[in-house]
């Protein structure tokens, strides 16, 4: 799978290709290209951004600037999902990850501050997505919670059978996941569920079902 993120910081990324899950599928099962919006901004100065009409506080991504940065990459028209990162997107859950992790090529589409020209969201994109109904400073947040959660339902993203009770799996039927209890068994009164120390596996997985939540 390849993902390419447009962004006016590709540098915030390499914390992300260091640590797992992405550094365990990178170069693997995932191919990450980072666009800088500034290499391909047909303004001068490298400027990317202005003034909404009508006015108004912030600085709003230019839509002839991503036109430029996408055609630089993809020529007049990219034949995949396309995706702008708003707060007016569709919200994000598990079944869309999964969705999307099934794409053989995806495009994150960042911003910052006041977000897109609306242009962008409109002509330029074909999808756009939501990680909740707030402001964010930076846009690049919400794309590496996406190329997080897909990233890691890559083949060898996780530890084999890691994945298959985790929360929201199919198992659970979408549901949060069940407690989790460690050493030690019992502190400050507090003591773990004689059944977790059973050692009994068959009546433990019933005990977890049956608390998801």
Do not use: C
């Amino acid at each position: 799978m390849r993902i390419d993120v447009f962004t006016l910081t590709p540098h915030a990324y390499a914390w992300m290709t260091e640590q797992q899950p992405i550094a365990g599928v990178l170069g693997g099962e995932l191919e990450l290209r980072l666009f800088n919006y500034r290499d391909t901004t047909p303004l001068r100065a490298g400027q990317v951004d202005d003034t909404p009409y009508g006015g108004g506080a912030g600085m709003v991504l230019r839509v002839d600037v991503v036109a430029a940065a996408l055609e630089a990459a993809y020529g007049p028209s990219p034949k995949h999902r396309v995706i702008a990162l708003t707060p007016q997107g569709r919200p994000l859950t598990q079944e869309i990850v999964e969705e999307l992790a099934q794409e053989d090529e995806l495009t994150l589409l960042s911003s910052r501050f006041e977000g897109f020209d609306d242009r962008i969201v409109e002509h330029l994109s074909n999808d756009s997505i939501s990680i909740g109904p707030y402001v964010l400073s930076n846009g690049d947040l919400a794309a590496m919670v996406v190329l997080d959660a897909v990233g890691r339902r890559l083949p060898g993203a996780l530890a084999e059978g890691s994945g298959e009770l985790e929360s929201f799996s199919a198992e659970l039927d979408g549901a949060l996941e069940y407690p989790h209890y460690t050493r030690p068994a019992e502190f400050r009164g507090w003591s773990v569920p004689d059944i977790l120390l059973s050692g009994d596996h068959a009546k433990i997985e019933s005990w977890r079902r049956e608390h998801v939540r």
